[in-house]
């Protein structure tokens, strides 16, 4: 079975903190992707990688930026925390075989103080 | 840019009824869709795809969709839900584009109630 797991279930975190959010995959998968879920908004994806120390901006990258030094690690950094970022955090990864077939994290749950 | 419109928010069932889900896409071209599902205070799952071939997919748990190309739509289907389909529900798509690039574009999501 896949597996991605994210460091933490629930983060709170002060205005203009940094914030680092880490996601592990055990599948060697090549693709691997970041997403916020707020609710009747659905998941909009913020930067995706394909490969290490590659990475591409999703349609809301804006306040967020992205680490990606192992193929099976990839982290979503906040470098300046707003209450605006408040939400749930979604990991994915993905083969290039199974094609765009994604797997899931639990998520993460950022609070914003 | 492509967009994905579910139409129903919330639907609430009672249990045997029949289910339909509405998927949209803006896309044109050529497309692999998806229907993942989130059951309550668990991660996001895949149910089912669709990447050619028999319009009509088969996924886990008695679900079905029907891919009908000149409607630009996925819809999802089960003819007799369960107290356990209580879940929010989303379409994916993945417009198939030259050059790489290719990314999904998930829709708002359903939240489904099913009631005993």
Sequence with gaps: DVKVTQSSRYLVKRTGEKVFLECVQDMDHENMFWYRQDPGLGLRLIYF????????????????????????????????????????????????????????????????? | AQSVSQHNHHVILSE??????????????????FWYVQ???????????????????????????????SKFSFNLRKPSVQWSDTAEYFCAVNPILTGGGNKLTFGTGTQLKVEL
């Design chain 1, 49 to 113: 990688s394909y490969d290490v120390k590659m990475k591409e901006k999703g349609d809301i990258p804006e306040g967020y930026s992205v680490s990606r030094e192992k193929k099976e690690r990839f982290s979503l950094i906040l470098e300046s925390a707003s209450t605006n970022q408040t939400s749930m955090y979604l990991c994915a990864s993905s083969s290039q075989a199974r094609y765009n077939e994604q797997f899931f994290g639990p998520g993460t749950r950022l609070t914003v103080l």
């Design chain 2, 16 to 33: 045997a009824a029949s289910l339909e889900l509405g998927c949209n896409y803006s896309y044109g071209g050529t497309v692999n869709l």
């Design chain 2, 39 to 69: 059951y309550p205070g668990q991660h996001l799952q895949l149910l089912l795809k669709y990447f050619s071939g028999d319009p009509l997919v088969k996924g886990i748990k008695g679900f079905e969709a029907e891919f009908i190309k």
